[in-house]
Structures are given as C-alpha cells and as structure tokens.
Antibody, heavy 120, light 111 residues
Framework: QVQLVQSGAEVKKPGASVKVSCKASGYTFTGYYMHWVRQAPGQGLEWMGWINPNSGGTNYAQKFQGRVTMTRDTSISTAYMELSRLRSDDTAVYYC?????????????WGQGTLVTVSS | NFMLTQPHSVSESPGKTVTISCTRSSGSIASNYVQWYQQRPGSSPTTVIYEDNQRPSGVPDRFSGSIDSSSNSASLTISGLKTEDEADYYCQSYDSSNHRVFGGGTKLTVL
C-alpha cells in the first residue's frame, strides 16, 4: 500500500533553515510528482511547489522562490523540502503529497504532516 | 495569477443537502480542472472530488462536483449529510505553469 512517511517535528530559530523528509513506499517513486503544501495554525492550505523525482526538475511557487529547495534521493525513495531564512510566519504543518505526472493532477496520497515551529 | 474564493463556513442539518461554492477570480473555471479536499481536525487532507466531478474509489456518491461557467465557479454538493462530514473543505485548481492554487477553505458544520 502507498505510504508517505514524513520526518518528525522541528523547532528552529528565526533565520535558520529546516529540511523535512518524505519517504515513499508501495509504488514506483519516480513515477509520480511530489508536492509540498503547508498549513499555518488555524489557516488554509498553501502550495509551495513540486519535484519530479525522475528528473529532479522542480517548480516552485513564486512566494517561496529563493528560499525553498526541493530535492530527492531515488536510492531511498525520499523527497526533501528545505526552507531557509525562517521567519515566525513559517510556523506551519508541512505536508508532502503525491500526484500523477500530468498537469493539474490531484493529490491521491498525503503524508502525515510535519510541524515546524519557528521561535526565538 | 487567479484566486479561488470560498465561503468561510456553512452549516446544515443531518440528512439535508449542502453546496459549497468556489469562485475563480480571473480566467475560465472550465479551463483547468478543480479538485476538492476534505480535512478533518488533526488529519491530513483527502480527496473527495477530482477533475471537476470525479470521485475517488471509496468516496460515497453523496459527494458530487460540478462547474458553472456562467458564475465562473465550481461547487461541491454533499447530500444526505452525516455528522462525519463535518470538516474543512478546500477547492484547488492550477494555472498554465502547473502552479497549484487553493481556495481559502470552508468549514462545514453539521448540526
């Protein structure tokens, strides 16, 4: 069965970086895009970008350009999202979510979420 | 880019039917598929409708989706409401760069 298992909660200081992992199992990792979506406390969902695990190609939301880096390690079927120069308003639950490789494909599986808290 | 606007909240009684709207600010709602996600408190979202009106396996046929070009909006309709349907619902679409756009979410209360 398909599973996306994310790394544990993180607490970071403003200005630091955080790297969240998402380990995929139960399917061919390179056959699907991996997206990252975040949700601030009590707020809605915000799309951050996606990575094509097959090619390593990425597509980021303009809001996060220059601060976010999405990578993957195909040998261990794991995708990563690194966000730098953290601010307090980056405090959120970060989700990975899988989609098929065509434009606009929906998310059929989600990770359990990783809480990132940014606080001095 | 465009925005998707949803009502903040809706409420209805068990057994009734409720419709949640999602209005696109610019460009045609029909030009890019719309998805709908359900999120219960403390849980990850799950898909209830994809590609405007398709239901993933396991989603009951009480859930249906549609688009209306005249109002440039998509709608999620839930019939025969159950208390377990109480959740936040998000619409989502995408632009020509394959950037995803989420609506602000609608809190459904079944009272």
């Amino acid at each position: 069965q398909v599973q996306l298992v994310q790394s544990g909660a993180e607490v970071k200081k403003p200005g630091a970086s955080v790297k969240v992992s998402c380990k995929a199992s139960g399917y061919t990792f390179t056959g699907y895009y991996m997206h990252w979506v975040r949700q601030a406390p009590g707020q809605g969902l915000e799309w951050m970008g996606w990575i094509n695990p097959n090619s390593g190609g990425t597509n980021y939301a303009q809001k996060f350009q220059g601060r976010v880096t999405m990578t993957r390690d195909t040998s261990i079927s794991t995708a990563y999202m690194e966000l730098s120069r953290l601010r307090s308003d980056d405090t959120a639950v970060y989700y990975c979510a899988r989609s098929r490789r065509y434009s606009g494909s929906y998310y059929d599986y989600w990770g359990q979420g990783t809480l990132v808290t940014v606080s001095s | 880019n465009f925005m998707l606007t949803q009502p903040h909240s809706v409420s209805e009684s068990p057994g009734k039917t409720v419709t949640i709207s999602c209005t696109r600010s610019s460009g045609s709602i029909a030009s890019n598929y719309v998805q709908w996600y359900q999120q219960r408190p403390g849980s990850s979202p799950t898909t209830v409708i994809y590609e405007d009106n398709q239901r993933p396996s396991g989603v009951p046929d009480r859930f249906s989706g549609s688009i209306d070009s005249s109002s440039n909006s998509a709608s999620l309709t839930i019939s025969g409401l159950k208390t377990e349907d109480e959740a936040d619902y998000y619409c989502q679409s995408y632009d020509s760069s394959n950037h995803r756009v989420f609506g602000g979410g609608t809190k459904l209360t079944v009272l």
